[in-house]
């Protein structure tokens, strides 16, 4: 039933791509490029993040009450209520790929502005891609520091990046030690790709200024058959903190694992990634009760901002399941760069350049616990306060920082 | 016999240079950037399918960690231009020698080793080199190497839009790998394996000087693949571990040729021709459907081909049967 | 850090894990080891033996134990079709058998893995609450997890079955005859269609069995096989074809190895270890350590 109603959908896409491009270019619209992965082995993140754009734009063409940028109107007013249109590309997670699905976006599909990549590595080349034909990029859910620091004058990211995120782990840690919770000794574990090196270089990084001992600082290979050797050696040092940053499948077998050789640390405070999955939940929450992961969204400021709630129920009628860390920031992103595009008045991309750069989005518009979203001159919002997250009887409380926290962390974790 | 055989030699040099022009011209036709990246990237690897299939195809040394000498002659351009300012002229030149010097040292132990034993060899020495460039901290490990482009510059060979430089390089990179197919076809070398395959006895009594044509063989093709490599940082101007030296990527490389016909002159630029442009398009016109059914028609073309037309899609064009067979 | 404690848990880990490798070598010995043909599909074989397994204890609620044998049952029809429709063509052909070989099961590795994603989604799945989900004994202060405990049980029955099934019936003599020279057995009237369409079944029947003790603490999507298939094939080679107790021991020393590199290098160099003894051993002895062929 379900299969025959996607094989409908799916023919509709097929027709759409075999239109010619003329014909598109007569109604009016605002075409924006999505570059995920959409088959390999991250497909699971992009077919997700397909379905958290698709929320974004049918709020932004349709009418609804919430208090979000173009919402209340239909389509984009600043171009006489054109609507947006998402083409999404598939990059198998290869530079390669991403860098000739953004040029096709750009050329053929007369994208005026792209989102993307989940992928690091592939948020460069798309970035650089863009810079070279003067189109705006977006990063919704990329981490990695190094990408606002090349120079790039159309690069952009609303959401924070892995030393933020670490910073605000850090944070937290000084502010428990400050209350009398004994935390001097950490265990790094990271994964060996883009995220895991640069959220590894930055903790260690942190805990060299401020004090902490690094006990075992575990580089793993992604996508590991077994762990089990890295977590004796995590277990042989028992820090105070273990601090993973793994996605979905390394962390699923690290908790097995951790579980399997009588491993139980003090507490885990994860890099997101995987720990922000329903996947690993429902495959060993059972086991992660009190586990501490960052995150720059939480679905309890739905209670001071009911939009979040109703904008969760959208998108969970589409996923099956509920908005996590990710699919937020993807959501946000599209929002980002339709208003962006709407104040520009214009489909060029220095106009939505420069729109982009005097956005100043006050976080009570966004499903966001951000301050604000505003660029600085290399393209990131640096008012993108993460949030630390608490597993609590089968779900996330904020806990960190106290301004947006709705429970006192506990520590250690059960 | 002999002036037959060099009508042939003279009319597939002919029909290459015909071949050639033509696809010099294409591109004042074509001017969309989509396809004529799609034409980069399969002419790219027709010259690496050509290059792997002299060592492969010819010498019969099935490899399937080519990756390595692609990532190799990636690495030493992009190193020595982001961290000594090399030229990348240069650099492609510097990973050309390594990688044949490298693949020397790998055939040396590794030819001694017959039929799966070699090939599972390869591949786990490409594995190794993965794992130690994904470790290596001054190479950028896992972060790669991103090769800023400030402008169109032939010296620095970078250009911001335009692809045809890229076109017109991978054309003659293809040509090149071609001629010295062609030129193997009728050397010593040529003869050589041309007589272990048919005759393994024959082989015996010419131990020593196969032996030394095999790592002549090796060295070749690890040079032209890694000048290969060098062309591919450049033209996507940025590289990692996984992009380039990936397993996947010695699969791909030995794919056309397989599909094309191994061992054969024109089996891997027929491969590439029909190959790439179909897993570009399935990709980006299928692939955003996120439901894999991009893989499923590719998969099923490569299980149909290498099915139907185990000797490759270019017996469809020979009019008659190879004599020698 | 390295405490005697440290040092036995790891050896200890490395051998179960051995074990395991080696029970997902053990249908790729028989099928690439002993019947000479590749099958670039082996992780996938893997990986639908795992979505199998996962299914039957989502909607029937059958334990991974239980459906072991069920799954074994299903690969095995799905391994004999597989041998009949695509790998048969492959085995006759008369130009580059191998590559052949190596392409065909290759594309078919790509569909698999298309199909599942088309049907399954990419979603992660994983079996909880096992019978034997994350249970563990403890031996003085050495941890062993009882679903690999289990995995490493049926991996020894598993290649003490197919040795004797190799060496002691007529079955197993007919396949090894009928690879050696298939025209000579035809004139004694075997098939070698169906002969080696059985062992295929055979081959994937274990590695249904595998993907079934797996599926107990490995998560399941669609590019699962590939993390397993490498080193299954390292496995079969490390101990040489055509030897059944030569898998085993590959199995045994991969595992150790590994664990061992784990010890003395950063762990995500651990698999250089295991490719580095690959390479020692053929250097030494190109048919690996008991190969025939």
């Known amino acids: 039933m379900t299969i025959s109603r996607r094989e409908v959908l799916l023919g509709a896409t097929a027709t759409a791509a075999l239109l010619p491009i003329a014909a598109r270019a007569q109604t009016s619209e605002v075409v924006i490029g999505v570059i995920y992965p959409l088959s390999g082995a991250s497909a699971q993140i992009g077919v997700d993040a397909q379905k958290a754009f698709e929320t974004a734009a049918e709020i932004i063409n349709k009418k609804h009450d919430f208090d979000l940028p173009l919402a209340r109107g239909e389509g984009l007013p600043g171009l006489g209520g054109a609507k947006v249109r998402l083409v999404f590309a598939d990059h198998q997670a290869d530079p390669q790929k991403g860098r000739a699905e953004a040029e096709r976006l750009i050329t053929q599909e007369k994208v005026c502005a792209i989102v993307g990549t989940y992928q690091s590595a592939v948020a460069v080349t798309v970035s650089q891609i863009c810079e070279r034909y003067q189109i705006p990029f977006l990063s919704a859910d990329n981490s990695s520091p190094s990408l606002h620091r090349r120079g790039l004058k159309f690069y952009f990211r609303a959401s924070p990046h892995d030393e933020m995120f670490s910073k605000a782990m850090f944070d937290f840690f000084d502010d428990m030690k400050k209350k009398g919770t004994k935390i001097e000794t950490l265990s790094l574990f990271h994964e060996d790709t883009i995220f895991g090196t640069d959220s590894g270089n930055a903790q260690s990084k942190l805990a060299a200024e401020r004090g902490y001992k690094i006990l075992t600082d575990i580089k793993y290979r992604a996508n590991s058959p077994s762990l089990s050797a890295e977590v004796q050696q995590l277990k042989a040092a028992n820090a105070n903190v273990l601090m993973p940053s793994s996605y979905t499948t390394d962390g699923i077998l690290l908790v097995k694992t951790m579980a399997e050789l009588g491993y139980k640390p003090n507490a885990i405070v994860a890099q997101d990634a995987g720990f922000s999955e329903k996947a690993l939940y429902d495959a060993v929450g059972d086991k992660l009760e009190g586990v501490i992961s960052r995150g720059s969204f939480s679905l309890d400021l739905a209670a001071k901002r009911p939009m979040v709630g109703k904008i969760n129920d959208m998108y969970k009628a589409k996923s099956g399941k509920d908005l996590n860390d990710y699919s937020s920031r993807q959501f946000m992103g599209l929002i980002v760069m339709a208003d962006a595009i709407n104040r520009a008045k214009s489909t060029d991309g220095d106009k939505i350049r420069q729109a982009l750069v005097a956005t100043d989005m006050p976080g009570e518009v966004t499903i966001m616990p951000w301050k604000r979203v505003k660029f600085d001159e290399m393209g990131q919002n640096n008012d993108a306060d993460p949030v630390l997250l608490q597993y609590v009887g089968g779900k996330f409380v904020t806990i960190y920082p106290p301004q947006a926290a709705v429970a006192q962390a506990i520590w250690p974790m059960k | 016999m002999d002036t037959q055989f060099a009508q042939r030699r003279r009319r597939e040099l002919i029909t290459a240079a015909c071949l050639a022009v033509l696809a010099a011209l294409v591109p004042l036709f074509v001017k969309d950037v989509y396809v004529q990246n799609m034409m980069v990237l399969t002419l790219m690897y027709a010259a690496l399918s050509q290059s792997w299939n002299i060592l492969s195809g010819y010498c019969g040394q099935i490899s399937l960690g080519h990756a390595l000498y692609f990532g190799l002659g990636a690495y030493t351009t992009a190193l020595l231009f982001m961290k000594f300012g090399v030229l990348p002229w240069f650099g492609m030149l510097a990973g050309g020698v390594i990688s044949a010097l490298i693949a020397m040292a790998l055939g040396y132990p590794c030819f001694r080793l017959r039929g799966h034993y070699f090939v599972i060899a390869t591949i786990v020495i490409a594995e190794i080199g993965l794992l130690l460039f994904h470790n290596w901290d001054w190479a950028g490990a896992a972060l790669g190497i991103d090769i800023p482009v400030r402008g169109d510059s032939w010296l620095k060979f970078q250009f911001t839009r335009s692809k045809l430089p890229y076109f017109y390089f991978a054309l003659v990179l293809a040509c090149i790998a071609w001629f010295v197919t062609w030129w193997l076809e009728d050397s010593k070398w040529g003869y050589w394996w041309r007589a272990v395959k048919d005759n393994p006895e024959a082989a015996e009594s010419l131990g020593v000087v196969v032996f030394n044509s095999k790592m002549g063989a090796a060295a070749v093709s690890a040079f032209l693949v890694a000048v290969g490599g060098s062309f591919y940082a450049q033209f996507v101007s940025y590289i990692d571990p996984e992009s380039v030296m990936g397993f996947q990527f010695s699969l791909l490389m030995a794919l056309p040729a397989v599909l094309g016909g191994i061992g054969t002159l024109w089996g891997p630029i027929l491969g590439a021709v029909i190959l790439i442009p179909l897993t570009e398009l399935t990709r980006s016109y299928i692939g955003g459907s996120g439901r894999g059914v991009d893989l499923i028609v590719y998969g099923s073309l490569i299980v149909l081909i290498s099915l139907a037309r185990p000797q490759g899609l270019v017996s469809l064009f020979s009019r008659r049967k190879r004599a020698a067979k | ?293």
């Open chain 3, 1 to 293: 850090m390295l405490t005697a404690e440290t040092i036995i848990q790891s050896l200890a880990s490395g051998l179960l894990m051995g074990l395991l490798y080696g029970l997902i070598a053990v249908g790729l010995a028989l099928i690439f080891g002993l019947m000479d043909v590749v099958n670039f599909a082996h992780g996938e074989f893997l990986m639908i033996s795992m979505y199998a397994t996962f299914f039957l204890f989502a909607f029937f609620a059958i334990d991974p134990l239980l459906s072991a044998p069920l799954v074994a049952a299903a690969l095995f029809v799905f391994g004999a079709v597989v041998y009949l429709l695509i790998v048969r063509f492959a085995v006759r052909a008369k130009a580059n058998a191998g590559m052949v070989q190596i392409f065909s099961t290759f594309g078919l590795a790509i569909v698999m893995r298309g199909l599942a994603q088309f049907f399954f989604t990419p979603d992660y799945r994983s079996v909880t609450n096992s019978w034997l989900g994350g249970k563990t004994v403890s031996v003085g202060g050495i941890f062993l997890p009882e679903p690999q405990l289990v995995g490493a049980l049926v991996s020894i029955a598993a290649f003490v079955a197919l040795y004797f099934f190799i060496n002691r019936t007529d079955f197993g003599r007919a396949l090894e005859a009928t690879r050696e020279d298939a025209g000579a057995v035809a004139l004694v009237g075997i098939d070698k269609n169906r002969v080696f369409a059985v062992g295929w079944g055979l081959g994937a029947a274990l590695v249904g069995l595998s993907g079934a003790i797996m599926a107990i603490f490995f998560y399941v999507y669609p590019d699962v096989g590939a993390s397993f298939a490498l080193i299954a094939y390292v496995t079969v080679a490390l101990g040489g074809f055509g030897s059944v107790f030569g898998a085993f021991a590959g199995g045994i020393i991969v595992g150790l190895v590994e664990a061992v590199t784990a010890l003395v290098l950063p762990p995500s160099l651990k698999s250089v270890g295991i490719y580095a003894v690959y390479l020692l051993v053929v250097f030494i002895r190109p048919r690996g350590l008991f190969g025939s062929m």
